[in-house]
């Protein structure tokens, strides 16, 4: 129906009907125009569509099945060239290409207003939903609000209060599920500048919270980023288990409790900057900057500080006191990734002001690494512990078919005591020790790289003690029933050197000093087997107290046997007593003899008393 006059036309219930087809489209669109009511007014130079309705029935269009109904109240202005619609909502049901094979139910709400001589929109109070999504092994809802700006002449998309929320479940879902949000403050996308710019972001999902900035550029040719992220607070164990990932197994269970993140970051497809970056685990912040180069092959390289950090916490229960250096660490390792330290390439050094390292304490620690196509160098590694100092220089080579490693290591005025307590719990030796090891050695597993070990070592502690056995107190209970004191043998120097072969220590040096006695002993460790086996002899220089000297003079010239039998961990020091006694009785034997051939000297003459005390020293009990 329609009224005409000179100032107005007026239609109602009007209705346009047709099919749409051709190759843009990529298949055929039917559609259904109906409207309560058009009205255009000349005088106010305006149109006024009430209700206007269109369905788009069974299209077939770029391999997207499907139908859709939009409908709402629309004005246009003839003079501003303004169209405005307040009401404007849109229903499709799809499936196909548009959804990856997949389906779902789509709606629209929200209020536009467009001039088209400015060729330019506004959307706003915008609500953009997907229900019943299922597609490539993700089915739920998702949903999209917010205030939208499009400017066709400067190709400008900017948006406001742009908020993504996500209700989402699958097997392609890390954990199974995404429930979470995603708000933009401002963005904005110019076509034509090929750049992005998101001012503000807050996302909420899995368990993490995060806010930052982000700009991207290059969507033509090379693609370039950067912005900033801060990641809230997490539990790592959580995330893992949200994710349907097991947490690794530690020491101890409080570990990987807390987590948190802020970072400065850009780069290119290829390139990937990390500067002013804070990570914290636990109780320990790592600080510093960083970069992976080549994606596909990565080269990373960084420079970061730690104030502290307690590696012992995050190993196995049995891994947790293996290693003491590094060079130990590398050689403690169950099975060495071949391939992956082939592809590992890096420049960097780390910086830890308080380390914990198989139950150590170790202050400034600094690492420095090198490595290339399987070839990795450490060098140098410095740390300061117990008093004293540690150096060392590493080198892996793992471009052939085994692993080739060399070591060289130094201690430096360390305090051995306090360094075993910590490492073994109860120490065998004590004093300030000096150490250095040359070592090398090939294999693919931890077994195999210390039954290869071979080299030179030395070392040297002063003014310190040997626990668990009181050397001259043991002797002296044998001979005097001497009381000594304490359980341990003090000394001024215990030195030594050593070769290694084939992972057995072989010693041939090691010597005791102190004011009281002498060692001189000789033996190997067999690190493969874990066992040790060392035979000496001691001889005494001082007396024992109470005694007035007489056990010394008994024992003068005689160098009584000692042995150390047992494990790595808990030596056992022993003395031959059997021996101890027969040099003893022998040393009084020999004496008694001297006193009667000099009586006998003196009473028959000289050859006869000597002829007399050879026979009595035979018959001598």
Same mark, same amino acid.
């Given at each position: ?86 009401? $404007?909502?849109?229903?499709? /049901?799809?499936? *196909?290409?548009?959804?990856? &094979? @997949? %389906?779902? =139910?789509? !709606? +629209?709400?929200? #209020? ?49 209060? $742009?908020?993504?929320?996500? /209700?989402?479940? *699958?097997?392609?879902?890390? &954990? @199974? %599920?995404? =429930?979470? !949000? +995603?708000?933009? #403050? ?57 994710? *349907? ?10 570990? +990987?409790?807390? #987590? ?72 403690? #390792? ?288």
């Amino acid at each position: 129906k329609a009224q005409l006059d000179t100032r107005s036309v007026s239609l109602t219930q009007a209705k346009l009907k047709g099919v749409l087809a051709g190759g843009a489209l990529g298949g055929k669109l039917p559609f259904d125009l109906t409207t309560d009511s058009v009205r255009f007014s000349g005088a106010e130079g305006s149109l006024a569509i009430v209700n206007a309705l269109a369905k788009l029935a069974n299209f077939d269009v770029a391999q997207t099945k499907g139908s859709a109904t939009i409908n709402g109240d629309i004005g246009y202005s003839l003079k501003t060239s303004v169209l405005v619609s307040n009401n $404007l909502r849109a229903a499709a /049901n799809i499936a *196909g290409r548009a959804v990856r &094979g @997949g %389906k779902a =139910n789509l !709606t +629209l709400t929200g #209020a536009l207003r467009a001039n088209l001589q400015g060729q330019s929109a506004a959307f706003s109070n915008l609500v953009i939903e997907a229900k019943d999504l299922n597609t490539v092994g993700v089915a739920g809802t998702a949903k999209a609000t917010g205030n939208v700006t499009v400017n066709m002449k400067s190709q400008v998309v900017s948006a406001k209060k $742009l908020l993504f929320t996500s /209700n989402l479940s *699958g097997a392609n879902l890390p &954990g @199974g %599920k995404l =429930n979470g !949000t +995603l708000n933009l #403050a401002s963005s904005t996308l110019n076509v034509g500048k090929e750049s992005l710019r998101v001012r503000q972001f807050t996302a909420k999902g899995m368990g993490l919270s995060a806010t930052g900035g982000l700009n991207l550029g290059g969507f033509n040719g090379t693609p370039t980023y950067d912005g900033n992220i801060n990641v809230a607070p997490f539990s790592p164990r959580k995330l893992l288990a949200r994710i *349907g990932e097991t947490a690794p197994r530690t020491s101890d269970p409080k570990a +990987l409790q807390s #987590a948190s993140l802020s970072t400065f970051f850009s780069g290119t497809s290829a390139l990937l900057k990390l500067k002013k970056t804070k990570v914290t685990v636990d109780q320990t912040t790592l600080r510093g900057s960083a970069s992976i180069a080549n994606l596909r092959q990565p080269n990373y390289k960084f420079r970061l500080r730690a104030d502290r950090l307690n590696i012992s916490r995050y190993l196995t229960p049995e891994d947790r006191r293996k290693a003491a250096t590094p060079g130990a660490a590398v050689t403690a #390792a169950a099975t060495l990734p071949l391939e992956t330290l082939r592809r590992f390439n890096a420049n960097g050094s780390l910086a830890i002001n308080d380390l914990r390292l198989a139950g150590l304490r170790v202050s400034k620690a600094n690492v420095s690494i090198d490595a290339k196509n399987g070839l990795i160098r450490v060098t140098p590694a410095r740390a300061n512990l117990y008093g004293g100092t540690y150096a060392g220089n590493i080198r892996l080579d793992a471009r052939g078919k085994t692993a080739q490693m060399s070591f060289d290591e130094k201690l430096t005025q360390v305090d051995v005591g306090a360094l075993l307590t910590d490492l073994k719990g109860k120490p065998a030796l004590t004093g300030t020790g000096t150490a250095t090891a040359k070592l090398r050695t090939s294999g693919v597993n931890g077994q195999q790289l210390i039954s290869a070990l071979n080299g030179t070592t030395d070392f040297r502690i002063d003014n310190g003690t040997i626990r668990q056995i009181d050397i001259v107190r043991s002797i002296c209970t044998l001979v005097e029933n001497a009381r000594g004191r304490g359980g341990e043998t003090r000394f001024d120097a215990l030195t030594g050197s050593a070769k290694i072969v084939n992972g057995v220590i072989e010693n041939d040096a090691l010597s005791v000093s102190s004011p009281l006695l002498r060692i001189g002993a000789r033996g190997i460790v067999d690190l493969p087997r874990d066992a040790l086996d060392y035979r000496g002899e001691v001889a005494l220089v001082g007396t024992c107290k109470g005694q007035g000297g007489r056990v010394r003079g008994k024992l003068a010239g005689i160098d009584i046997p000692i042995r150390v039998t047992g494990s790595i961990a808990n030596p056992r020091p022993s003395l031959d007593t059997g021996r101890v006694l027969e040099a003893v009785a022998q040393r009084e034997i020999e004496r008694k003899s001297e006193r009667i051939t000099k009586k006998l000297q003196e009473q028959v003459g000289e050859q006869a008393g000597k002829v007399l005390g050879e026979t009595t020293k035979k018959v001598l009990p």
